[in-house]
């Protein structure tokens, strides 16, 4: 009799969502693209990390890759990652297909950082739709453990 082996994500989820806030975007602007308008508008420097990339598999040939940006804040120690939510016409969180981008921020004050930054997404002219996402409405967060 063999037994399988199970994966268990939870202590994980648990570490990697610790002090984060997510947000959720809506626009049409390629990542790279977006990522400028950020760096502009927030004086930040997300930078595109290639190895970061989350590789999801589709039936069982076809690969899809969603492309991460990260930005760190060394002195106060926040961390910013940029999603990119959809490749081709695949969704990384199909809970969410609406959704362009995630950022999740992680910080001493996740929800107070992540307010001011909604209210600054939504003066963005490209800008369609920024909210606050509360984790447990998304039900493959494993996803986005990088």
């Known amino acids: 009799m063999s037994s399988k082996l199970i994966l268990n994500t939870d202590a994980m989820q648990e570490e990697f969502f610790a002090d984060t806030a997510l947000i959720g975007i809506a626009s049409t602007l390629p990542g790279y693209q977006f990522c400028w308008t950020l760096n502009r508008q927030f004086e930040t420097n997300f930078?595109?990390?290639?190895?970061?990339?989350?590789?999801?598999?589709?039936?069982?040939?076809?690969q899809y890759f969603f492309p991460i940006y990260v930005y760190?804040?060394?002195?106060?120690?926040?961390?910013?990652?940029?999603?990119?939510?959809?490749?081709?016409?695949?969704?990384?969180?199909?809970?969410?297909?609406?959704?362009?981008?995630?950022?999740?921020?992680?910080?001493?004050?996740?929800?107070?950082?992540?307010?001011?930054?909604?209210?600054?997404?939504?003066?963005?002219?490209?800008?369609?739709?920024?909210?606050?996402?509360?984790?447990?409405?998304l039900k493959n967060l494993d996803h986005l453990i990088v």
Not at 48 to 57: G, I, Y
Request: with cysteine.
């Open 47 to 62: 930078v595109r990390e290639p190895e970061m990339d989350v590789c999801l598999q589709s039936g069982k040939k076809k």
């Open 72 to 137: 760190y804040l060394p002195i106060n120690g926040m961390k910013y990652i940029l999603y990119k939510l959809k490749s081709d016409k695949e969704a990384l969180l199909p809970e969410v297909k609406q959704l362009d981008y995630l950022w999740k921020l992680q910080s001493n004050t996740p929800e107070t950082d992540a307010q001011a930054i909604v209210q600054t997404l939504r003066d963005i002219p490209q800008v369609q739709l920024a909210q606050i996402i509360a984790p447990d409405r």
